[in-house]
Protein backbone atom coordinates (compact mmCIF):
# COMPACT_ATOMS: atom_id res chain seq x y z
CA UNK A 1 0.00 0.00 0.00
CA UNK A 2 1.54 3.84 -0.85
CA UNK A 3 -1.79 6.00 -0.92
CA UNK A 4 -2.73 7.10 2.33
CA UNK A 5 -6.21 6.02 3.38
CA UNK A 6 -9.13 7.34 6.17
CA UNK A 7 -11.68 3.98 7.06
CA UNK A 8 -13.89 2.93 9.57
CA UNK A 9 -13.00 -0.28 11.24
CA UNK A 10 -15.00 -3.09 11.73
CA UNK A 11 -14.57 -1.95 15.89
CA UNK A 12 -16.12 1.23 15.11
CA UNK A 13 -12.29 3.17 15.47
CA UNK A 14 -10.81 5.36 12.40
CA UNK A 15 -7.85 3.39 10.94
CA UNK A 16 -4.81 5.85 9.13
CA UNK A 17 -2.94 3.88 6.83
CA UNK A 18 -0.72 3.96 4.01
CA UNK A 19 1.55 7.38 3.08
CA UNK A 20 0.35 10.20 5.01
CA UNK A 21 1.91 13.18 2.53
CA UNK A 22 1.34 16.20 0.97
CA UNK A 23 -0.18 14.63 -2.01
CA UNK A 24 -2.77 12.41 0.17
CA UNK A 25 -3.30 15.02 2.91
CA UNK A 26 -6.22 17.44 1.43
CA UNK A 27 -8.36 14.17 1.05
CA UNK A 28 -7.49 12.48 3.88
CA UNK A 29 -8.64 15.23 5.81
CA UNK A 30 -12.07 15.46 4.26
CA UNK A 31 -12.47 11.89 4.37
CA UNK A 32 -11.50 11.73 8.09
CA UNK A 33 -13.79 15.05 8.96
CA UNK A 34 -16.93 12.89 7.71
CA UNK A 35 -15.66 10.03 9.92
CA UNK A 36 -15.97 12.07 12.91
CA UNK A 37 -18.75 13.79 12.29
CA UNK A 38 -20.35 9.71 12.21
CA UNK A 39 -18.92 8.74 15.33
CA UNK A 40 -21.20 7.78 17.88
CA UNK A 41 -20.00 8.07 21.79
CA UNK A 42 -17.61 10.24 23.49
CA UNK A 43 -14.15 8.41 22.57
CA UNK A 44 -13.15 8.51 19.06
CA UNK A 45 -10.37 6.07 18.62
CA UNK A 46 -7.78 6.48 15.60
CA UNK A 47 -5.59 3.65 14.76
CA UNK A 48 -2.18 5.00 12.81
CA UNK A 49 -0.30 0.99 13.35
CA UNK A 50 -0.94 1.01 9.19
CA UNK A 51 0.69 3.88 8.86
CA UNK A 52 3.86 2.59 5.96
CA UNK A 53 5.23 6.43 6.24
CA UNK A 54 4.62 10.01 7.40
CA UNK A 55 5.70 13.46 7.23
CA UNK A 56 4.71 16.27 8.63
CA UNK A 57 1.05 15.92 7.44
CA UNK A 58 0.43 13.57 9.44
CA UNK A 59 0.64 14.71 12.59
CA UNK A 60 -1.35 17.80 11.02
CA UNK A 61 -3.89 15.28 10.42
CA UNK A 62 -4.01 14.35 13.41
CA UNK A 63 -4.21 17.69 15.33
CA UNK A 64 -7.44 18.60 12.81
CA UNK A 65 -8.98 15.73 13.99
CA UNK A 66 -8.27 16.28 17.35
CA UNK A 67 -9.77 19.77 17.29
CA UNK A 68 -13.03 18.02 14.78
CA UNK A 69 -13.58 15.77 17.82
CA UNK A 70 -13.36 18.32 20.71
CA UNK A 71 -15.69 20.80 19.13
CA UNK A 72 -18.17 17.91 19.10
CA UNK A 73 -17.64 18.13 22.63
CA UNK A 74 -15.43 14.64 22.41
CA UNK A 75 -12.18 13.14 23.26
CA UNK A 76 -9.87 11.61 20.63
CA UNK A 77 -7.18 8.51 21.49
CA UNK A 78 -4.30 7.67 19.00
CA UNK A 79 -3.14 4.40 19.06
CA UNK A 80 -0.63 2.48 17.14
CA UNK A 81 1.57 6.06 16.20
CA UNK A 82 4.53 4.78 14.45
CA UNK A 83 7.94 5.57 16.23
CA UNK A 84 9.05 8.38 13.62
CA UNK A 85 5.49 10.03 13.94
CA UNK A 86 6.04 9.80 17.47
CA UNK A 87 9.68 11.17 17.29
CA UNK A 88 8.14 14.38 15.03
CA UNK A 89 5.39 15.02 17.57
CA UNK A 90 8.07 14.90 20.81
CA UNK A 91 10.26 17.30 18.53
CA UNK A 92 7.75 19.50 17.55
CA UNK A 93 6.27 19.40 21.12
CA UNK A 94 3.01 17.95 20.19
CA UNK A 95 3.06 14.74 22.74
CA UNK A 96 1.58 17.14 25.42
CA UNK A 97 -1.09 18.52 22.90
CA UNK A 98 -2.46 14.75 21.51
CA UNK A 99 -3.50 12.05 23.64
CA UNK A 100 -1.63 8.85 22.99
CA UNK A 101 -3.24 5.62 24.10
CA UNK A 102 -0.72 3.87 26.87
CA UNK A 103 0.46 1.09 24.43
CA UNK A 104 2.97 -0.04 27.14
CA UNK A 105 -0.43 -1.83 28.62
CA UNK A 106 -2.77 -2.17 25.80
CA UNK A 107 -4.98 0.40 27.49
CA UNK A 108 -7.04 3.37 25.83
Known amino acids: MSDG ?9 IRLSGVLDYQSGPALRRQG ?5 QAKGTRVLVDCSEVERSSSVGLSLLLAFT ?13 GLPADMRDLAQVSGLLDVLSLADETEGAV
Open 5 to 13: RVERGADGE
Open 33 to 37: QALIR
Open 67 to 79: RDVQKQGDELVIT
